[in-house]
């Protein structure tokens, strides 16, 4: 377990990515699977309105309807650390920041979880057209009422994320207490001014696509073809750097009688900022590729290795 950011939130290594829920994972499997996380330690769970709009006669909300009907089936709300997003579900127009957008979106998301509070509500992406004042307060409504317990910010820039911090420090509002963006070995751009502000500010991270949507499972090999709806996202990695971060995964992997998966997470997690990488499953059984990181440790002449494959 680690503390997120500034919160006091004390959280799994490895954050259980949502979207899958109701989409590549019916609501069977989707209680499989988050049994099987929590029944190995995890206690992090992240979903988002939009999750998952983007399919064929969907139209959001089906994953945390999905963690709402488990949560009431199981009966374990105190159990997880509820994480969800507001401001990219562009069906009702919930595609912004602004006052009215987050007041609608966080009693949509209460409803459809079915809990009396988020423990932690990203913004899921910037929105330069609203002031910034506007949505902290916004948050602050939430969080004096009680339904949300800490906000934090997902896919913003250093300079973004820095004024946001500013302000609400000068207005005595809520300050977002980590990040979720984009990071995993073949994606190192967080490195260098998001992570220093991260960094600067005594936040976490909590990175998404993890495992590179499935690249950095290692199932994805020259002459290999895979099924999967993440396939062309995935498989453009597949190239002499890849090649070469897969071959040090594989000898990580072994050294430690573990899946490439569990190594590149665990990888992730000793990066400097990350708090839990987050990652999706389909089934139990990917599932438990993954659940290794969530007390994997690698060695600094390891780490050392795969950056420099990553790299090199
Ligand atoms: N804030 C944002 O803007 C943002 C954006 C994207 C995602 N996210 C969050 O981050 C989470 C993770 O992202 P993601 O799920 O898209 O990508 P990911 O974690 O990088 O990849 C997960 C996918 O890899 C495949 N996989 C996982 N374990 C496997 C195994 N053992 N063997 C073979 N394949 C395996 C599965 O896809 P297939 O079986 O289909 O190949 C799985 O859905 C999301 O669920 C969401 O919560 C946030």
Redesign the pocket.
Known sequence: MTKLGSSDLDVARL??????FGW?ADEDASFAVLDAYLAAGGNFV???DV?SAWADGHSGGESETIIGRWLRARGNRDRVIVAT?VG?LEVGGLDNLRADTIAAAAENSLRRLGVDHIDLY?A??DDLGTPQEETLAAFDVLVRAGKVRHVAA??FTAERLTSALAVAEREGLPKYVAL???Y?LVERSYEGGLAEAVAAAGLSSAP????????????YRPGVT?D????KG?SKYLDERGLRVLGVLDEVAAAHGT?V?ATALAWLAAQPTVAAP??????T??????LPALDLELAADEIARLTAASEG
């Open positions: 954050c259980l990515g949502g979207n899958v590549t992240d979903t988002a999750y997003k990219m990203y899921h992406q997902s896919n979720q963006q984009h995993n998404y696509w993890s495992l590179a949507r499935g690249f950095l499972t290692g199932k895979v999967s709806v993440r396939a995935a899946t998966a987050i990652a999706s499953a389909r089934t059984g990917q599932l438990a590729d993954l």
